[in-house]
């Protein structure tokens, strides 16, 4: 028996030590030396501070490179933010539109850029086909997701300043030439980010000429979306995200209020890790184990859902905008869609909303989705 005893005493052990390595390992890579910013940088916003190549999964005919900006704060404050710029190498001769991309939800500590992940890349719709018709991709990793947080994850006004310095700073790079036309495209929180693009920019960037904004499964009306993801793990993922960067932005708002005990430890947790690669394994992991929500107060009363009915864009958009949406989305609800497209109908906002049959999140922006040619085209005639 003892010996017994000492066997499982010792598997357990190497349990725990597994568990402990596991956990370790989904930890979120420290940025590198390039997210740091001169000390002598200057005080505008969209002044390009750095740009370097980058060769990690760029498509063939295409080349690339990661840069570093300045921006401010949805409060105003100076911040520093990175980016991707991605052109076709084939020689071409004017000024080249721009594709101002706005990314999914990639997590809200530094590590989570997309420039810094092993994917640069992932759920971009029509890759192929923007670069073969030779428009600029410059994607925004926003503020303090490869630079020094906080995060403004789903905080509109944030979201869009850091996408409108990235075109700014775009401007400004050596050995590519840009025109001043561009056309916004965003996929979920990227969609809400495109939205509040459109919307911020008359007043913050005069300057930069939007044609159009594309939002593809947009989290558009935040109430209503985070009441109603709570059912999947995703959802609960999403929702530790939001309310660790709403508790990081608005001192009325306070997470201890809004999780319980132990839940409370497994919402911190899986908001300080990516939502990609092994990392986004281990945080489903957790939410699994949470099991329903991770609230135990309702997520759209209080502060709380003040500053996500705040940061709902309902602000008028002056550009055509183009709403898409697959109707097999279980996180951002085709339902919940369709609500927030009557509402900005009916206060007499122009817009056109396509769904998609059959179409999730994710398989909605894949290749072989038909908002591909839908989204080109679309793009083509702005």
Known sequence: MPRVFRYLTWLF??????????????????????????????????????????????????????????????DGTAAVASAIVMASREARSGRRPVIAWTHGTTGVEPGCAPSLLEDPFANVPALRQLIDNGWVYVATDYVGLGTVGPHPYLIGEGEARSALDSIRALRQMEGIRVGDDTVVWGHSQGGHAALWTGIVAPNYAPDVDILGVAAIAPASDLPSLIDAIQATPVGRIMSAFVLRSYAAAYPDVEFDEYVPGWKRWLANDISGRCLAGREALFSVG???????????????????GERLAENTPNGPLRQPLLIAQGLADDLVRPDVQSRFVRGRCDAGEGLEYRTYAGRDHLSVVAPDSPLTRDLVQWTRDR
């Open 286 to 304: 957790e939410a699994l184990l949470a099991g329903g929500s991770i609230f135990d107060r309702a997520p759209t009363s209080g502060p709380f």
């Open 13 to 74: 052990a190497g349990v725990l030590a597994l568990v402990a390595v596991a956990w370790w390992l989904a930890r979120p890579a420290a940025p590198d030396a390039f997210y740091v910013p001169p000390a002598d940088r200057p005080a505008g916003p969209g002044a390009l501070l750095r740009q370097e190549a980058l060769v990690r999964g760029v498509p063939a005919k295409a080349q690339a490179w990661r840069i570093l900006y300045t921006t401010t704060r949805s």
